[in-house]
Structures are given as C-alpha cells and as structure tokens.
C-alpha cells in the first residue's frame, strides 16, 4: 500500500480541524457543560402564592433550622411572594415547614364571605356564611396571639335563638369550642380569657358557654451550628453551601471558556500546518 500524497495528508488534517471547530461551536457541547456548572446552584420552590407576613414566617423557621432559602416575587400570582431553597434540602425544608404547620392561610372573616354569597341566598345560607365569617375573625385574633400555634373555633348557634327571645320563652343558648395548639408547657393565653374573647365576639353567648382545649407541643430542637452539608465529597457548613456553589458553578463556566479556547486555537494551528504543507507541496510539484 502506498504511503499518503501530501494532498492527501492536507485533507486529512483539514477534516480533523473541521470537526475540532464543529465540536467547539456546538450549542449541545456548551450546554452541558454549563449546564453541569449551573446543576451545582439549582434552587427549586419550596412555597408559593405568599402574602408579606407569611412569607417571614417561612423564611424565619427555614433559617432556624439552618437552611438558605431564597425570597421573591410569585412570578404566578402578582403581588405575592415565593420562597426557594437549594435542591439538595428540599426534603429537610419541607420536614421543617410540616412541623411548623406553614404555609398558614388566613381563614375567611365576615367580609370574605358574604361577599361570596349568591345571587338569590336562603336565610339559612346567609346565616351559615356570617357564623363561618365570625369564627374566621375569632380564629385570627387567637393566632394573632404570640405563642399561638394554631387555633380552631367551632360556633353552635341555634336558628330560633332571637325568636325564642321574642316569644318570651326560655332561649336557647349556643355554644361554642375552641381548639388552641401552642408551643411550650405554658399557654401564652389562659383558658379563661379565651372563654371571655370568643364569648365577646358572639350576641348571646356566656363564657362559660364555651369550652376551650389547650393543647401543648413541644418546642423544635435547635440545630447545632455546626451542622454540615455534603456538596459531592466536600462538606461545608449549610450556611456556605450557596457561596460554594456559585464558585464551583463559576470554577466550571472558567474552565468551560479555557477548553473552549483551547479547542479553537488548536484547530486554527491545525488548519495554519495544513496550509504550510499544502504550499511545500505545490512548491515541490507532483511525485
């Protein structure tokens, strides 16, 4: 067999640096390169559709546990907030707001409902929607209480109470039944002044109308300061383990743009040799 021409040669290392420039400048190549920098500091959304207060109260027991989360506007609902945390503790952020019972969503108040009414409502509607919408308002004013860990209130108010009034007859009272979960040993309310408040806030109904349980649950463990995340063999604090991310993910992109330099000065020097034994050839004339 005999050796290759010269020619021959030049062609062949014209189709190599072809190729090298091919694979230098193709998209799918750049994109999974970057793409695996980019991997490293992926956040997903833990919570979304968030109103300001809500928002904090999620960021704040996130950063109790140690994990970094991230706050910003629901680009879903407008004027409302969503909170991201990194992909690798998903599943502890999710454990932690389970725990805390958040996201917490106001229940409806008088307003809300009644203007959910229908077009034509039954006065046994209309009445079921304004006690929906004043144990709503009791339940906010309880967990607006600080310590409150979630309230429930329940009313019970009979439909013939104010006609039993009229007829003179003895009335029937309603009655009502709170359920208060708190954090610690010690409620932050006595079951007395929450008799007094819900009682208050209903015509005709007696403190000692309404039966009130207290629920105790035991305060989340602090983490250790120290608790450390794994990022692949490394392991940092979970504090830095954003930081160290966006270096690694910007260590990645560096060594992306210098392969990708590489690559190309290599097939520009490729193709100069090329054309070198392309002239030596020609100069010399055919074997």
Known sequence: ??????????????????????????????????GLGFATACSVPLAGNLDDAEANR????????????????DPNAEGRWRVDVARDDI??????????????????????????????????????QLLAGVAG??????????????????LSIPADAARDVARDATPVRGTAAVLLEHRGATAPISADAVQRLVAGGVAGLLPTDVAVVLVSRAEPPNPSPSDLARL?????????????????????GLVAVLAAATLVLYTRLARAQAAVLERDASARGPL
């Open 137 to 154: 308002e009791l339940q906010r004013s309880l967990e607006s209480i600080h310590g409150v860990f979630q309230a429930r209130v329940h």
């Open 232 to 252: 692949g063999p490394i392991r940092v604090a979970r504090t830095s383990m954003r930081l160290l991310q966006a270096a690694l993910a910007a260590l990645i």
């Open 91 to 128: 599943a502890r952020a999710t454990a932690v707001l389970l725990d805390e019972a958040l996201p917490r969503h106001s229940p409806a108040g008088v307003l809300d409902v009644m203007a959910k009414g229908a077009l034509v409502p039954s006065e046994t509607a209309e009445r079921a």
């Open 58 to 73: 999620v960021f704040v027991a996130l950063e109790r546990a140690n994990i970094d989360p991230t706050r910003e506007p």
């Open 1 to 34: 067999m005999a050796p290759p021409t010269a020619r021959t040669q030049t062609a062949i290392r014209r189709g190599r640096g072809a190729r090298l420039g091919r694979l230098c400048r193709s998209p799918r190549a750049a994109g999974l390169v970057l």
